[in-house]
């Protein structure tokens, strides 16, 4: 059974920056494919950044393109989302999702495997 866990969430000033975590546990993680996803009061759960099994493929919603960052570090079966230049409109719980794949989707029904979400808030 695979098991997701984010941390990293917080509260931050229009600007700032904060790395969220996706630890994984119960697999061999580096058969799974990873999204982020948010979804913030009142809104659909939304795409944020994909990362393929090996990282050799990355990706991003427009709306944080050049501003966030995914990496992942197998050795430790972990993801990472570097947010920089955060705006308020980043507020919202972010999820990381899993799925044993090359690489996942951009809808949440593609992911098998989901965190329990961590708060970010942008706000002066």
């Known amino acids: 059974q695979v098991q997701l866990v984010e941390s990293g969430g917080g509260t931050v000033q229009p600007g700032g920056s904060l790395t969220l975590s996706c630890a994984a546990s119960g697999t061999i993680f580096s058969r799974y494919a990873v999204g982020w996803f948010r979804q913030g009061s009142g809104q659909e759960r939304e795409f944020v950044a994909r990362?393929?099994?090996?990282?050799?493929?990355?990706d991003f919603a427009e709306s944080v393109k050049g501003r966030f960052t995914i990496s992942r570090d197998n050795a430790k079966n972990t993801v990472y989302l570097q947010m920089n230049s955060l705006k308020p409109e980043d507020t919202a719980v972010y999820y990381c999702?899993?799925?044993?794949?090359?690489?996942?989707?951009?809808?949440?029904?593609?992911?098998?495997?989901w965190g329990q979400g961590t708060q970010v808030t942008v706000s002066s």
């Open positions: 999702a899993a799925v044993a794949a090359v690489i996942g989707g951009t809808r949440p029904q593609s992911y098998d495997h």
């Open positions: 990362i393929s099994a090996s990282s050799s493929i990355t």
